[in-house]
């Protein structure tokens, strides 16, 4: 029945298992014999060992590589245009893959490196079975290796220490490789372009053009450069840029440059005049103060004031407060003599301007004379539309010699043509010609413009500006300073005559371009830390040829008790009381009879 073989079965068993106490007296019967540590190293003397470190070889070869590659690519593009490097990906890119690579692959090695070294720590003589967590966590990174480096338990070998620092090290590979390239601009010449600026050595007569009064473009420019200068503007240098940038090494051009001279102490003649005017309504006098200024060459400048309110007597000159400016602006021009002596400076135009205010006693009177120049530009360039003149050095010409149509002292300049030199002024004659040719007709056509312009600025407190002057001598008392006024209108004449009858000083067309520049500098770090590396796994192999071969692996815990302790000495829970207890028991791989290499309490 079922219950007869149910109790049959229990009977049997009850016969063939052992008692509890009996099974522990038999596993515990006989005593585990263990070997002396030198033997248990001979245990390995026929390990293959080198067979066993295939991987980590192979990832130090690779990691070799990578950095090798990466001072391949830095050597072939250093120096050179960004524009040679026609792949997708960048040049940075490129070197930041191979260095993650190159670190990627060391650790493989370094790390398993230090799993194994844990194992030579054991078998050297009884360490801490702390220890055991210590190497662990020194192969996962930077902070196990640094808790481990400082690690109260000492006795680190060479090794070990390598180990711990390369894991520390490879943290800035990454960083270091990210400052290998650097992408600066260089200015380069342009290809088949060149710079020009144009200048003069010689101020020649223009074709004219038109019917009744003769005209021509630089004379229409001219005038149109004197305007700008008297609404505070200055025509631009002409230049010709066909690049980013453009530069001039040195160069001169025929100009003019100012020189004036405040001469409001000059005397001046004042008349009295009462002059009878009258309107739709009655007849009345109108009295006023006329004073001449002479200042020089026969030039005269006059100011009329009115007497302020009606009086019956007629105001004291003297008194500046009984009086009222009428007069705001007056200038006055003429040419200069006629040049007799060698070196005398070669004037073009004089004039004087007289300009007044309620608040002055006397008005202010300015004399400049605007001179024949040489203008010397030194390291000039150009970013765009934009012009810097680099150092600008002016030098006054002087007399030289004249080619006369006409014979006789003062010939006529209209057909004469004169030539100044620089001789003895500083100016550079060993880098370019001295000497400049002034056509007589040419200087006649700038003495006109530069009369009709100025003589169109004159300004009256009760008329204002005549309609007919495009409201010059409103402009001009906007900013009254005639030496000021003076150095615009020879620099606008300057950059008018150059765009006729020049020749162009050549200069150099610059592009920005990119280069690619490797700071090697920064390759140190990462090849010191493929050479510790290598380094590190070298000694591991010559210390592990007669030693377990477990590395990282978990297996051998699993499968070689610990041996020597009592079970009240595993009685923890918590990890920290675990790490607590490891502190305080103390092991060494030994061997015994049955050639199992085990941790044994010593």
């Known amino acids: 029945s079922t219950d007869d073989e149910e109790q049959s079965l229990e009977t049997l068993t009850q016969q063939t298992k052992p008692e509890p106490q009996e099974t522990i007296r038999r596993l515990t019967s006989r005593e585990t014999l263990f070997m002396s540590p030198s033997k248990t190293w001979n245990l390995y003397r026929r390990n293959p060992w080198y067979l066993s470190w295939q991987q980590e070889t192979w990832a130090m070869i690779f990691s070799l590589s990578c950095l090798i590659a990466v001072a391949v690519i830095m050597a072939w593009i250093d120096g050179k245009r960004l524009s040679i490097w026609h792949w997708a990906i960048q040049p940075n890119a490129v070197i930041s893959v191979l260095i993650v690579s190159s670190k990627a692959a060391l650790m493989i090695s370094t790390a398993s490196c230090v799993s194994q070294l844990k194992w030579t720590h054991f ?86 053009w038109g019917t009744g009064v003769q005209l021509s473009d630089r004379l229409l420019k001219s005038r149109l450069g004197l305007m700008e200068s008297i609404y505070g503007q200055t025509t631009d240098p002409p230049f010709d840029c066909p690049a980013s940038s453009c530069s001039w090494d040195s160069h001169v051009t025929l100009g003019l440059c100012s020189r004036c001279e405040d001469v409001s102490s000059t005397p001046g003649g004042c008349e009295i005049k009462i002059t009878t005017k009258s309107n739709k309504f009655d007849q009345y006098n109108e009295t006023t103060l006329e004073c001449d200024y002479d200042t020089g060459k026969g030039r005269n400048l006059t100011t009329i004031r009115r007497a302020l309110g009606v009086a019956k007597d007629i105001p004291d000159p003297n008194n500046a407060s009984a009086w009222t400016y009428s007069t705001a602006i007056d ?196 090849a010191a830390a493929v050479a510790g590396a290598g380094a590190v796994l070298l000694m591991t192999l010559i210390q592990n040829r007669r030693t377990v071969l477990w590395k990282s692996s978990v297996l051998p815990y699993s499968f070689r008790s610990l041996h020597g302790w009592e079970d009240a000495d595993f009685d923890m829970e918590t990890l920290d009381e675990i790490r607590d207890r490891a502190k305080e028991m103390k092991g060494q791989l030994i061997g015994d009879e049955n050639e199992r290499v085990r941790l044994v309490k010593s």
């Open 123 to 208: 078998q050297k003589r009884p360490r801490q079975l702390r220890d055991l967590e210590g190497f662990d966590d020194a192969s996962r990174g930077a902070w196990g290796s640094v808790q481990l480096l400082f690690s109260p338990s000492g006795y680190l070998n060479v090794a070990v220490t390598l180990g711990c620092a390369v894991t520390v090290l490879v943290l800035a590979m990454e960083t270091f490789g990210q400052q290998l390239l650097s992408f600066p601009e260089r200015r380069i010449p342009v290809t088949n372009e060149t710079a020009s600026f144009p200048v003069i050595q010689n101020f020649n007569a223009m074709p004219s």
């Open 331 to 526: 200038i006055s021009t003429w040419d200069t003599d006629a040049f007799y002596n060698k070196g005398q400076p070669a004037v073009a135009f004089n004039f004087s301007a007289i300009v007044t205010n309620d608040t002055w006693e006397r008005p202010q009177i300015t004399t400049c004379s605007l001179y024949f120049c040489a203008w010397v530009y030194e390291n000039s360039t150009a970013q765009g539309q934009n012009f810097n003149e680099g150092k600008l050095e002016k030098y006054i010409l002087g007399y030289d010699s004249i080619q006369r149509t006409q014979t006789g002292p003062g010939a006529n300049m209209d057909t004469s043509n004169y030539t100044f030199s620089a001789n003895g002024t500083g100016f550079p004659s060993d880098k370019h010609n001295e000497t400049f040719t002034v056509y007589g007709d040419a200087d006649s056509e700038m003495f006109g413009h530069l009369t009709t312009i100025l003589e169109s600025s004159t300004f009256s407190y009760v008329s204002g500006s005549n309609a007919s002057t495009a409201g010059l001598g409103d402009a001009l008392m906007v900013n009254p300073n005639i030496t000021e006024l003076a150095d615009r209108m020879s620099t606008s004449m300057t950059n008018v005559w150059r765009q006729y009858q020049s020749t162009p000083a050549i200069g150099t067309a610059w592009e920005s371009v990119a280069f690619i520049h490797v700071e090697w500098a920064w390759l140190a770090l990462p």
